[in-house]
Nanobody, 118 residues
Framework: QVQLVESGGGSVQAGGSLRLSCAAS????????MQWFRQAPGKEREGVVT???????WYADSVKGRFTVSQDNSKNTLYLQMNSLKPEDTAMYYC????????????WGQGTQVTVSS
């Protein structure tokens, strides 16, 4: 089992920035990938960014150029730097990690709320 704990959410005005953190209870260096998802009220959970072992990344089109993922394996922590936030970024943000050598989200954190006001 891997525990994931997100932090860093909050309320900001449009154009502002937030940095989310996801601390893992296991070594992130060996994980084939780590991911951020988000879920807005009344909407399905959607992928925001995937960071693969080795550093390759995938971003949802809606966040490209505004969000940046990073990972500090010495701290077993995944980060999401969110700039130029928009009201449509308002959601609960979750990090996820796989349990095996497939990039499938098997472990989830409890989420951290991001609210962007116009």
């Amino acid at each position: 089992q891997v525990q994931l704990v997100e932090s860093g959410g909050g309320s900001v005005q449009a154009g502002g920035s937030l940095r989310l953190s996801c601390a893992a209870s296991a070594s992130t260096a060996n994980m084939v990938c780590m991911q951020w998802f988000r879920q807005a009220p009344g909407k399905e959970r959607e992928g925001v960014v995937t960071r693969y072992r080795g550093g390759a990344t995938w971003y949802a089109d809606s966040v490209k150029g505004r969000f940046t993922v990073s990972q500090d394996n010495s701290k077993n922590t995944l980060y999401l730097q969110m700039n130029s936030l928009k009201p449509e970024d308002t959601a609960m943000y979750y990090c996820a990690a796989p349990s095996r050598n497939l990039c499938t989200p098997n472990y989830w954190g409890q989420g951290t709320q991001v609210t962007v006001s116009s």
